[in-house]
């Protein structure tokens, strides 16, 4: 079965440090990626997709992801962060092809504290 | 354009009650997707619909949970009877998929959810 993987939980950053938040995902066959965060109180919110092209993909806020093919990865990384970041960090995976239909698989989630 | 539209926003009930949540999708979406959210975890599918069809609903609870999407557009989730574990935020999801197949493209755009506790 699918299946996304994040590896950290729970991340405690000082503003200004950098961050790499990671994201596995099980599944052989083509695929688009998706970052979310969710800010205290608020609804998910995209900050970035790949479907296809440059692997390196910049969204909004100054956060951009690598997908790297050959380890299943897409790694979400922003050099510097603000107070403002502090959110819950999710990886999507939208496995194509797999079935008649697309489906969408969640990782458990990143939760970032950045301490001022 | 306007989001996704959800109501309520929050819900109490007692443990075997029922309960409904309402989900606006985005004019012209034809995917719709009903995620359970438990507190300190992703979003789980719990069913998605493509027009007034279903195409998943491997993953919910049907002794106790029923959606449905009658005209194409908005849906509805329903819960009867409620247990403790069913407290989570229930997110809609709509989706507009261009293309087909390998060459399909999905990205999907969220309501503010429904933050339910079972007391």
């Known amino acids: 079965a699918q299946s996304v993987s994040q590896h950290n939980h729970h991340v405690i950053l000082s503003e200004a440090a950098s961050l790499e938040l990671g994201c596995n995902y099980s599944?052989?066959?083509?695929?688009?990626l998706f970052w979310y965060v969710q800010y205290p109180g608020q609804h998910l919110q995209l900050l970035l997709k790949?479907?296809?092209?440059?692997?390196l993909v910049k969204g909004i806020k100054g956060f951009e992801a690598e997908f790297i093919k050959s380890k299943f990865s897409f790694n979400l990384r922003k050099p510097s962060v603000q107070w403002s970041d502090t959110a819950e960090y999710f990886c999507?995976?939208?496995?194509?092809?797999?079935?008649?239909?697309?489906?969408?698989?969640f990782g458990p989630g990143t939760s970032l504290s950045v301490i001022p | 354009e306007a989001g996704v539209a959800q109501s309520p926003r929050y819900k109490i009930i007692e443990k075997r009650q029922s309960v409904a949540f309402w989900c606006n999708p985005i004019?012209?979406?034809?995917?719709l997707y009903w995620y359970q959210q438990i507190l300190g975890q992703g979003p789980k599918l719990l069913i998605q619909?493509?027009?007034?069809?279903?195409v998943d609903d491997s993953q919910l609870p049907k002794d106790r949970f029923s959606a449905e999407r009658l005209k194409g557009v908005d849906s509805t989730l329903k819960i009867q009877p409620a247990k403790l574990e069913d407290s989570a935020v229930y997110l809609c999801?709509?989706?507009?998929?261009w293309g087909q197949g390998l060459s399909s493209y999905n990205e999907q755009f969220f309501g503010p959810g429904t933050r339910l506790t079972v007391l």
């Open positions: 999507a995976v939208n496995a194509q092809g797999k079935t008649s239909y697309d489906k969408v698989i």
């Open positions: 790949y479907f296809s092209g440059d692997p």
């Open positions: 999801a709509s989706s507009l998929i």
């Open positions: 619909f493509q027009n007034n069809g279903v």
């Open positions: 004019s012209g979406h034809a995917t």
């Open positions: 599944y052989g066959g083509t695929v688009n």
